[in-house]
């Protein structure tokens, strides 16, 4: 009798979990899910990335040998041509030619599970399982305007964009990598706290990341955000200049995330903590300052970023070279991959990109963003992985929410009252419910 638990099948468990309605495997079969321990319910997974140094992790946990220390030996880690592609994969998923998961934007798993920026708005069920990094964005302007040395306070440069466009006819461009995504919000952010209305005074256009200084360098956009290289890349060829880091918007802000598919998720629960302990280890690796030059060189490799480390190297170590005279070492706005708890994916942050999206008129203003982040926010499976990994109690957040955050132009966004926030800005687009 002792031995019957061992001969049940994984297909008749998953099988069992369906007919109680797709409930988890650890609540609806308690016993069959002792009997099968931590067993990998799979070695493989394809895993998406854009070419930006917020992936380290991901090209870390590979070239590291982190993926396969947790027994994920089949790991794919590809490069997406865009965030457009990153998303139709991840809708596709790896058993349709697709991806299970990836380095991404964090607002996009929110986009996608509801559905509103999917084809034909279909909605995929996804889980947010770590917080890729803090800060290390820039927004960069051409060098059409390096007379005005624009930085925090683009009024000049306001100024100057009107001027340009009653000059000439022509609209002026802000460059973002996905709408509702983590650029187009600090693009955003940026302009409607100098008074430009993204919606009215500016065009805010789509350029997948590696395209931006080609298209800076032929007139296509006025300014940019985006990560590293590119901003950098900029400079060297003499092509435009950094105005200022994100992290000068919203000081050690939460930008990428490494999400999953929510079925891959629930099907592999074991195989899912794997990688996600790889990927938190690979971020230890990319936080510490000795390994900071081997990194660089890491993400400079032809399957990676394919750039020159020259236009990495300075700023994964923290030394930014603004382009404009100023220069900053060992930077306070540098890129955090650990440190800061730049792991944990802080369920409050989750709603601020939320209520960003409410604000551009991405996401209805109706929407149930407490239950939304209930479902997407795997938080709790961060937390279990920390705990197997040994991380010191310090570096595992108490709460769930980082409290009030506060930002450059004195607003203030307290998670437990998003709409005192919202009605505070005086720039919004929301559209009706």
Request: with cysteine; proline share 5%.
């Amino acid at each position: 009798m002792q031995s019957k638990p061992t001969t049940v099948s994984r297909r008749s468990v998953l099988r069992g979990a369906a007919a109680l309605g797709g409930a988890s495997l650890a609540g609806a079969l308690p016993g069959i899910v002792m009997a099968q321990g931590t067993a990998l319910e799979t070695k493989a997974a394809k895993l998406g990335f854009i070419a930006l140094t917020d992936a380290a992790p991901l090209f870390v946990a590979d070239e590291k040998g982190f993926f396969k220390k947790h027994g994920m030996t089949d790991v794919e880690v590809a490069k997406q041509s865009s965030w457009g592609a990153t998303r139709d994969n991840l809708v596709l998923g790896s058993k349709s030619g697709g991806i299970d998961g990836a380095h991404i934007l964090t607002p996009m798993p929110y986009l996608i599970a509801t559905g509103a920026t999917t084809a034909n708005n279909v909605q995929v069920p996804m889980a947010i399982l770590a917080r890729l990094n803090l800060g290390g964005q820039c927004i960069s302007v051409a060098n059409e305007y390096k007379d005005l040395k624009v930085g925090l306070d683009n009024k000049a440069f306001k100024s100057a964009l009107i001027a340009k466009r009653v000059k000439t006819g022509k609209p002026v461009n802000a460059a973002m990598t996905f709408p509702g995504g983590t650029h187009d919000m600090w693009m955003r952010y940026w302009m409607a706290a100098g008074g430009v209305d993204p919606n009215r005074d500016i065009n805010t256009i789509t350029v997948p990341p590696p395209q931006m200084v080609a298209n800076m360098k032929v007139g296509s956009m006025d300014t940019f955000c985006v990560c590293e290289p590119w901003n950098h890349q900029l400079i060297h060829q003499k092509i435009g200049y950094t105005a200022l880091t994100t992290s000068e918007l919203w000081m050690n802000h939460p930008e990428k995330a490494f999400a999953m598919r929510a079925d891959y998720v629930q099907a592999n629960p074991n195989a899912t903590k794997a990688l996600l302990k790889a990927v938190m280890e690979a971020q230890m690796y990319c936080e510490d300052p000795k390994n900071r030059a081997e990194v660089a060189e890491i993400c400079a490799r032809r399957r990676w970023i394919n750039a020159p480390v020259e236009d990495i190297v300075d700023r994964m170590k923290g030394d930014f070279d603004y382009g404009t005279g100023r220069v900053e070492s060992n930077s306070k706005f540098q890129m955090r991959y650990w440190k800061d708890h730049a792991s944990y994916p802080f369920q409050s942050h989750d709603l601020w990109f939320l209520t960003e999206n409410q604000r551009w008129g991405y996401l209805p203003p109706n929407l149930d963003t407490k239950s939304l982040i209930a479902k997407v926010n795997r938080e709790d499976i961060w937390r279990t992985a920390a705990k197997e990994l040994g991380v010191a109690a310090k570096d595992i957040p108490a709460s769930t929410s980082r409290g009030i955050e506060k930002f450059f132009d004195g607003k203030v966004f307290d998670p437990a009252n998003p709409k005192k926030y919202l009605d505070s800005l005086e720039i919004k687009n929301i559209k009706a419910a």
